[in-house]
């Protein structure tokens, strides 16, 4: 199937490992001129040389401001913005009695805040276009919560209703707003939790654990003008793991 997404531009956050740079593998691979971002810059610019992506920009979500420069520094390298891939970092557990409100502030930043600066941005350049897809990356929690994961849930949830209120808005300039809530996946924050095969087995229906190439190959699909009429959805890649939507 050809994507017609060669010439494409993308910025992808969270891309130095796991999830994010998987999707910007899959974006490359379809001949998307694709920026990448994450904290650590030293990893994040051997990953730039691994899989040849055009720029690697530094820079850390959990401080105001970063998302906006850093969006405004590929608009400003590629000239235009097709398509941005918002991705952060799972925060730190906590009961609702164990979470602090500076975790509050530092989470609200690192997961709404940063997606918002990076929106007001992005989406007045693709209404320019008359083409845009935003895809957020987010998790389970926002639509099941999980235990222990209080601000995770609150946060994640609350995107969801912000992708849909701004997809209504932009639909008619050929922009779509997804969400993609990846289920349990083969990646290195899942492997420090030493699942058990068993235990897997017991959470996922399916059996096994995601490959972070089967959400990215979802999110490079919806890219493209072949997903132009998917929008404001949340889009579970998880192996049957939610039961409830």
């Given at each position: ?154 946060l994640r949830a609350g995107l969801a209703g912000l992708t849909r209120s701004i997809s209504n808005e932009y639909a008619s300039k050929g922009i779509t707003l997804n969400l993609l809530l990846p289920g349990y996946t083969n990646t ?58």
């Amino acid at each position: 199937m050809n994507l017609n997404l060669t010439g494409k531009t993308a910025l992808v956050f969270g891309a130095s490992q796991g999830i994010g740079k998987a999707i910007a593998v899959s974006l490359i691979a379809e001949g998307v001129k694709v920026a990448i971002c994450s904290r650590t810059e030293s990893t994040l610019n051997q990953t730039k040389n691994e899989i040849k992506a055009e720029l690697a920009i530094p820079g850390d979500l959990t401080k105001a401001g970063e998302a906006k420069r850093i969006t405004e520094q590929v608009i400003k390298e590629f000239g235009r913005l097709d398509i941005l891939i918002t991705n952060t970092g799972g925060p730190a557990k906590g009961n609702f009695s164990e979470v602090t409100l500076d975790q509050w502030n530092t989470d609200f930043q690192s997961i709404w805040l940063s997606v918002v600066e990076s929106l007001q941005s992005a989406l007045p350049k693709m209404s320019e276009n008359n083409y845009g897809r935003v895809l957020m990356v987010t998790s389970l929690a926002a639509k099941e919560p999980l235990p222990g994961l209080t601000t995770s849930n609150g946060l994640r949830a609350g995107l969801a209703g912000l992708t849909r209120s701004i997809s209504n808005e932009y639909a008619s300039k050929g922009i779509t707003l997804n969400l993609l809530l990846p289920g349990y996946t083969n990646t290195d924050r899942l492997k420090a939790l030493n699942l058990s095969e068993e235990k897997v087995k017991e959470l996922v229906p399916a059996g096994r654990l995601g490959e972070p190439c089967e959400l990215a190959d979802m999110a490079t699909f919806l890219a493209s003008e072949k997903g132009a009429y998917i929008t404001g959805q949340s889009i579970a890649i998880d192996g049957g793991v939610l039961k409830g939507h």
